[in-house]
């Protein structure tokens, strides 16, 4: 079983539209959490931080639910330029970041 | 700001070469990490560098070896490509304070024919 999974999709929205993404990990002892953005052929870009309060970064919210081991990220009214894959990355530790495959979002006029 | 540099963007090679991919951090960031990423995969932890020392060691292949210089400045070396090894090479930066946070470079193409 991978350390991080995620719901590879894709999901194919219209713009405007709200879509939420989940994540689970299987390491209880897992430190910090993050969604990154990787468009095709291109690096990993860091979208935002997930915390235990929950944190939201304008059109973006995500969630950190450390009993169910569970981390989302909402994105509510979809822009084209959303589309992209995005990865949900657990730190286990300073050096041990595992990546969940991603999910790819396909915004839609 | 500045960002993580890699060099080459991109590298052709044949079957049995070498290569070296080279990676320039952030400035004043102490730690280097190196990412496989293949074709419709997510990025494979390679390796890891804190402070010029080997600092953690993930699915890199014996015919791999990494190292971090005085300069923070990262290589890693690769001895007789193979076909599977086609890929994106990432390498990321953090500092080791507070949140860990990664930053990724653009990363290297390496096409082994």
């Known amino acids: 079983r991978k350390e991080v999974e995620q719901d590879p999709g894709p999901f194919n929205v219209p713009e405007g539209a709200t879509v939420a993404f989940n994540c689970t990990y299987s390491n209880s002892a897992s430190q910090s959490f993050f969604w990154y953005r990787q468009d095709c052929r291109k690096e990993p870009k860091l979208l935002m931080s997930?915390?235990?309060s929950g944190n939201e970064d304008g059109r973006f919210t995500a969630q950190l639910n450390r009993a169910s081991q569970y981390i989302s990220l909402l994105i509510r009214d979809s822009k084209l330029s959303d589309s992209a894959t995005y990865l949900c990355?657990?730190?286990?530790?300073?050096?041990?970041?595992?990546f969940g495959a991603g999910t790819r979002l396909t915004v839609k006029p | 700001a500045a960002g993580v540099i890699q060099s080459p963007r991109h590298l052709i090679k044949e079957k049995r070469e070498t290569a070296t991919l080279k990676c320039y951090p952030i400035p004043r960031h102490d730690t280097v990490y190196w990412y496989q990423q293949g074709p419709g995969q997510d990025p494979q932890f390679l390796i890891s560098f804190y402070e010029k020392m080997q600092s953690d060691k993930g699915s890199i292949p014996d015919r791999f070896s990494a190292q971090q210089f005085s300069d923070y400045h990262s290589e890693l070396n690769m001895s007789s490509l193979e076909l599977g090894d086609s890929a994106l090479y990432f390498c990321?930066?953090?500092?080791?304070?507070?949140?860990?946070?990664?930053?990724f470079g653009p990363g290297t193409r390496l096409t082994v024919t």
């Open positions: 990355v657990v730190n286990e530790k300073y050096n041990d970041m595992r």
């Open positions: 990321a930066s953090s500092v080791r304070t507070g949140e860990v946070t990664e930053y």
């Open positions: 997930v915390y235990s």
